[in-house]
């Protein structure tokens, strides 16, 4: 396999570079501006922005990837909500570049998309459940999966993923844990909403995911996602538990009262029938990757 994977400087991102690494696959990573990620070696990285189709097709050609594992994407729902052409830009218009040139080149497309495509009124979801995006940074996504789908070229994956936890250097945004535990080691009340449901992933099961539909030369739509079902209430109280900060820091909230620019889903959370059957996917629970965070 010859990998080009995009969005590098992203968790995810560094989390797929450093399971290359560690398999011996041959790839190139490539994201905004200058290399963030330590583990990636400056031979092994290209500046790319997703949205410039020259900059895409001249990589191809010089490169011939024989997979792509394409992460980068505005991945801030409010931002994506307040600037809906930019969203559409990188995330549906990038994702068409490299898909097109992935096709002229016969290279698998992996696509990474979310839970936040399906409207969140019957969850958890299969595969094959009927999408209803409610927000600009979902219809992006939504429309992105829509262009693999509707392809004559099946050489391709979508994967969609929940609340991704982990860390790596820096990062252009926090997760779930780190800001919850920030906040309260700074003593600061902090409010959580009770009424979003979720299953938060694992971004190191996640990689192993991506790379493992790419090696068994699966195709079509995986969910990927941790296992523990809770409210985002409850996985802010775990984590404070864990780290034993003062909980009662934590208010619960209900979602209209945060008055955030985008919408979310309430209930999403997926079956993973089909990924633990035909990658063996095994995600951890949330107690067992708080064990696994640095301190
Ligand atoms: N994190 C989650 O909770 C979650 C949940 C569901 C789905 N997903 C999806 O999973 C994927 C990976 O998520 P993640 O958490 O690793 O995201 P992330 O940490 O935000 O990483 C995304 C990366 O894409 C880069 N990027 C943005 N615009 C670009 C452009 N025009 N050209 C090249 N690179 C660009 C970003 O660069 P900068 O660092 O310079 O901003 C960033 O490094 C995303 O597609 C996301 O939509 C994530």
């Not at 398999?23 to 994201?31: K, L, M, P, V």
């Not at 990038?94 to 080149?105: E, Q």
């Amino acid at each position: 396999m010859k990998l080009l994977i995009t969005g590098s400087n992203g968790l995810l991102g560094q989390k797929l570079v450093k399971l290359c690494i560690r398999y011996g696959y041959d790839f190139i990573a490539c994201s905004r501006g200058e290399n963030r990620n330590p583990d990636c070696p400056s031979d092994r990285y290209v500046e790319l922005d997703i949205a410039n189709k020259l900059a895409v097709n001249h990589l191809f050609q010089s490169w011939y990837p024989s997979h792509v594992i394409h992460t980068a994407a505005i991945t801030n729902v409010d931002y994506c909500e307040l600037h809906p052409e930019e969203c559409r830009r990188i995330n549906v218009e990038g994702s068409k570049n490299l898909f097109d040139a992935s096709m002229r080149y016969q290279a698998h497309f992996q696509l990474l998309s979310t839970d936040f495509v399906f409207d969140g009124e019957d969850g958890p979801y299969d595969e094959d459940a009927p999408v209803n995006p409610l927000s600009t940074y979902a219809r992006s996504k939504a429309e992105s999966e829509q262009l693999l789908i509707n392809s004559d070229y099946s050489n391709w994956s979508i994967v969609r993923t929940i609340i991704v936890i982990g860390t790596a250097s820096g990062l252009s945004r926090s997760n779930m844990v780190l800001w919850v535990k920030k906040s309260l080691e700074q003593g600061e009340h902090i409010r959580v909403v009770n009424d979003q449901f979720r299953m938060p992933t694992w971004a190191d099961d996640l990689a192993w995911g991506c790379l493992q539909i790419c090696s068994l030369s699966e195709r079509g739509i995986f969910h990927l996602s941790g296992k523990d079902f809770v409210s985002m209430l409850e996985f802010a109280y775990q984590i404070a538990d864990y780290y034993q900060l003062d909980r009662s820091l934590i208010s619960p909230v209900r979602s209209e009262e945060l008055k955030q620019a985008a919408k979310r889903p309430p209930k999403t959370g997926f079956i993973l029938d089909k990924a633990i059957t035909r990658l063996g996917y095994r995600p951890k629970s949330i107690a067992e990757f708080l064990e696994l965070m640095p301190e």
